[in-house]
Every structure is written in C-alpha cells, then in structure tokens.
C-alpha cells in the first residue's frame, strides 16, 4: 500500500477517535420497548433534560476524558451526588454506553439498555426509525396505527390522493385506534409527524 494512503488512513482514524465527544450534543432517548423517553442535552459540563425538545432542565454535572464518562446528579436530582462512571462510543450516530461503576438505582438502566440517538441525525434519518402499520386495510369503520416510536406530541394526518388533509389527530401509543367512519371510499394517505416523509396508503371500503 502507498506509504501517503496508509498515513493518511491512521490520521482519519486518529480524528474520528478524537471527534466522539458528547458536549455541544442533543439525543433523542427511548426505551428497551422502543417508545420515547426523553431528550437529553450534554452541554460544556451539564446535563439537562426535555420531554419537547425545547424546554430542558439541568439534571447533573459530567466530565469526559477520551472515551471515559463521569456523572454526578444535582441536589435536585433523584441521584443527588452520587457519581457514576461510564465509557462511551458513538457508531453510526448511535450512542453507546458501557458500565464501569454507578450506585444510582436508574442511571445504569437508562444508559447501557435505553436506545441515544443523535437529534440532527434523526431528523435527518426520520424514516429510519419508523416502522408504521395499519390494520386492517381495506377498512371501513375503524384502523389501527402501529409505530415502533412514538415521541410527545406525535400525530397521524390522512390525506385524500390529491394532498389534501382529511383528518388528523393525536398518536397515543404505539398502537392508535382511528375512526374513519366519516371517510368517504377510496384511497388515502397516512403520514406521522411533520418530519416523516413516509406514507401509508389507506383503502376506505
């Protein structure tokens, strides 16, 4: 191999090593039942919370090293002062965590099996991380729509073929109950969210 290529190939792996840090980042957190938990925001040195990805509330202090993670929980936190201490990897914008030492009852569950996403990168990737069903279909009183995520505020919006909106409303867990009763035949469109650029067709007998 080419002496320049091979030297060029150790300095990007030398950078990608280096560029996995977890400050100035936002994750979208869910659960080991795939539903959304939280927003979690690592700041120069704080950790802050979100259910809307708007309003965030500090939760504990951290320090990174490398890959090594130090977390200490504020006084108004449920961990107040206990420290944790944790390695980390971000694969593919995938955060992963791995215990070293934590006494808090709730910190290791929701950092080694919770599922961290990057926030940018899943709105990027919206559609990858949709896995939408509707049943029955064709259907004539009520469907069912299945999302393996579902986040705060999330909504459904039917459209008729020509984009017009028909019907919307609240996704209330990964399984909805629709009534489409005062749909008219024919064929729509279901869409999630404002971001998610998938759609389901709905036949209306």
């Not at 980390?88 to 808090?104: A, E, V």
């Not at 919006?157 to 035949?185: A, P, W, Y």
Request: proline share 3%.
């Amino acid at each position: 191999m080419n002496k320049n290529i091979l030297l060029l190939i150790i300095a990007l792996s030398s950078f990608s090593t280096y560029s996995q840090i977890l400050s100035n980042n936002t994750w979208s957190v869910y659960d080991d039942d795939n539903m959304f938990f939280l927003y979690f925001k690592f700041e120069s040195d704080t950790v802050s919370y979100s259910s809307n990805n708007n309003t965030f509330y500090d939760v504990s202090t951290f320090q990174e090293s490398g890959n090594n993670f130090t977390i200490v929980d504020l006084p108004t936190s449920p961990c107040e002062g206990i420290v944790g201490e944790y390695t980390f990897q971000i694969n593919n914008d995938t955060l992963y965590f791995n215990l070293i030492g934590d006494s808090c009852s709730t910190r290791p569950t929701i950092f080694t099996t919770y599922h961290w996403v990057n926030e940018t990168a899943e709105i990027q990737n919206l559609n990858r991380f949709h896995s939408i069903k509707v049943f029955p279909n064709p259907a004539s009183d009520f469907i069912s729509i299945e999302s393996s995520f579902v986040r705060p505020n999330s909504s459904y919006t039917i459209f008729e073929q020509t984009g017009r909106k028909v019907l919307t409303g609240s996704l209330t867990n990964k399984t909805t109950l629709v009534d489409i009763k005062q749909l008219k035949q024919g064929v729509y469109f279901i869409q999630l969210g404002n971001r998610n650029k998938q759609k389901i067709q709905l036949i209306k007998e």
